[in-house]
């Protein structure tokens, strides 16, 4: 399941934005991710690609969408999480785009996209690094 | 100059070297259609190539990335070529992460001089 798990969550940072699908929300977006990842130990180049990564998660929903998109920011103790959900505009039709693919292979450690029905979710993982 | 809300400005300078269009700002989905848009339309009858100097862009995604692919094969069919020059390390590492800074049908990408 692509939305952090209650267990995940647990002792941990998290809220959620609702958005318009209105790309010049994006910014918004880039900031609010890069604030949060700027709240823990990773680097400069990581925070950029938590930005980076929420952009094009969230890029993905305003397109295929339709409606409101839920983003869930959060810092669980391994990883910044950012997962989205919205109702598809097409089901039938979604895929992701392979350059989007291609762009969160390189900046997050993980990101995963589900269709349920009429509904997407998706998420993308920066590792924190490990303590001690 | 054009300004695509606030993230974005183009400037637009014809040289013996092409048809050349400087952004600087941020390149996302909000932005990318200005930037369509310009490409669009070049200069006149000009078989000159149309050079993008990107050396001003802060962020890239591949909403842009997109819009230059379709961009570059319109101007292709129309007899001309894309040319990315000077860019930011932002744009010269997505165009690396996206194989996209390789031969493509759309676009060349010319040695950057930095």
């Known amino acids: 399941?692509?939305?952090?798990?209650?267990?995940?969550?647990?002792?941990?940072?998290?809220?959620?934005?609702?958005?318009?699908?209105d790309p010049e929300l994006l910014r918004v977006v880039r900031l609010v991710a890069s604030g949060l990842a700027s709240f823990t130990d990773l680097s400069l180049d990581a925070v950029e690609a938590v930005r980076v990564a929420a952009d094009e998660l969230v890029s993905t929903?305003?397109?295929?969408?339709?409606?409101?998109?839920?983003?869930?920011?959060?810092?669980t103790e391994a990883s910044v999480v950012i997962a989205a959900s919205a109702t598809l505009a097409d089901a039938a039709s979604f895929t992701l785009d392979p350059l989007t693919d291609r762009i969160l292979d390189e900046v997050a450690d993980g990101h995963s996209f589900a269709v349920d029905g009429d509904e997407l979710t998706g998420r993308i993982d920066v590792n924190l690094p490990a303590s001690g | 100059m054009t300004q695509a809300g606030d993230g974005l400005s183009i400037t637009i300078d014809d040289t013996e070297a092409g048809h050349v269009i400087k952004v600087a700002g941020e390149l996302d989905?909000?932005?990318?259609?200005?930037?369509?848009?310009?490409l669009a339309e070049p200069a006149g009858a000009s078989t000159l190539p149309v050079v993008l100097d990107l050396s001003g862009v802060t962020f890239i995604d591949s909403s842009a990335l997109r819009a230059l692919l379709l961009a570059g094969r319109q101007l292709a069919n129309a007899g001309r070529k894309l040319q990315i020059g000077p860019r930011s390390d932002v744009v010269s590492r997505v165009l690396e992460v996206t194989q996209l800074d390789q031969q493509t049908e759309a676009f060349q990408v010319l040695p950057d001089p930095a």
């Open chain 2, 29 to 38: 989905l909000a932005s990318a259609p200005e930037l369509s848009s310009v």
């Open chain 1, 1 to 21: 399941m692509p939305n952090p798990s209650a267990d995940e969550l647990q002792s941990t940072t998290s809220f959620d934005l609702v958005l318009p699908p």
């Open chain 1, 61 to 75: 929903f305003f397109q295929a969408g339709q409606g409101d998109v839920t983003v869930r920011f959060a810092i």
